[in-house]
């Protein structure tokens, strides 16, 4: 992305910035200093963007994962550094101090001795400045993708499961897969399926066994595993030997 021209001051003596360093903060650095190099110093009227913000969607393309990005917004707004806000356009981030960039703002008076106001500019000049609004709103709508992209949906086909878990189960069981960084392809689904197959032979429900694997943060699942937890299956099996697998009889609860 393009940042114009003219340029920002860092400021040496900022005690903020020499905290920020030496704890560490180089997240909330890096996004501070991409804020500053694209901040507005006038109004756009076709961005519509104030003096101070910036638009921050591409803010993956400097190595900031999500939790980082959420991370070092909100350690700037909380030191009163910046703000940010969820806008049609994507997030639009503020600076609100200057007490380690100051992006050299330009002021009314400034402006006014600067230049001839919009009355007296000349067409070519209106031009130029339309021109490099136009410019920023093309790169703008470039910059509203994603921090980090999307999960591509896949169809996948849970006919081998002898019936789905609830929906809270399945989303947590989603999750703890996506936390080990384990794929959930159509080759699972199956494998997983043939096994809640026969754990449904056993006598324990699909829930039952979802919901031992997340407590025991399994990847991956065999029938047989079940056996070895104290879950109580909800049915009694028909037969003392099911795929293999030697069925151990129920509990027995000692009469009072």
Request: aromatic share 8%; with cysteine; proline share 5%.
């Amino acid at each position: 992305m393009s940042y114009g021209s003219g340029f920002l001051k860092l400021m040496r003596s900022s005690d903020a910035l020499e905290t920020m360093i030496k704890k560490g903060f180089h997240e909330e650095f890096i996004l501070l200093t991409v804020m500053a190099l694209r901040a507005r110093r006038t109004p756009c009227p076709i961005t519509k963007l104030e003096i101070g913000e910036c638009h921050l969607g591409d803010i993956g393309e400097y190595n900031l994962t999500d939790r980082k990005y959420r991370t070092a917004k909100k350690n700037l707004e909380m030191w009163q550094i910046a703000t940010f806000k969820a806008t049609k356009a994507g997030t639009v981030g503020k600076l609100i101090d200057s007490s380690i960039y100051d992006i050299n703002v330009n002021t009314s008076d400034e402006q006014s001795d600067e230049r001839p106001t919009n009355d007296r500019r000349t067409g070519d000049e209106q031009t130029d400045d339309k021109q490099e609004c136009f410019k920023n709103v093309k790169n703008e709508k470039n910059d509203i993708a994603p921090v980090a992209p999307a999960p591509q949906k896949t169809n996948l086909d849970y006919k081998s499961w002898p019936s789905l878990p609830s929906e809270k189960i399945l989303k947590e069981w989603t999750e703890l897969r996506r936390s080990k960084k384990a794929k959930i392809s159509q080759t699972v689904i199956d494998k997983l399926g043939k096994e809640l197959v026969l754990a449904s032979q056993l006598g324990y429900s699909v829930d039952q066994c979802f919901e031992m694997i997340i407590y025991k943060s399994w990847t991956g699942f065999e029938a047989a595993w079940m056996q070895n937890t104290n879950v109580i299956p909800i049915k009694q099996p028909t037969s003392q030997q099911i795929g293999g697998y030697q069925i151990k009889p129920f509990p027995t609860v000692a009469q009072q």
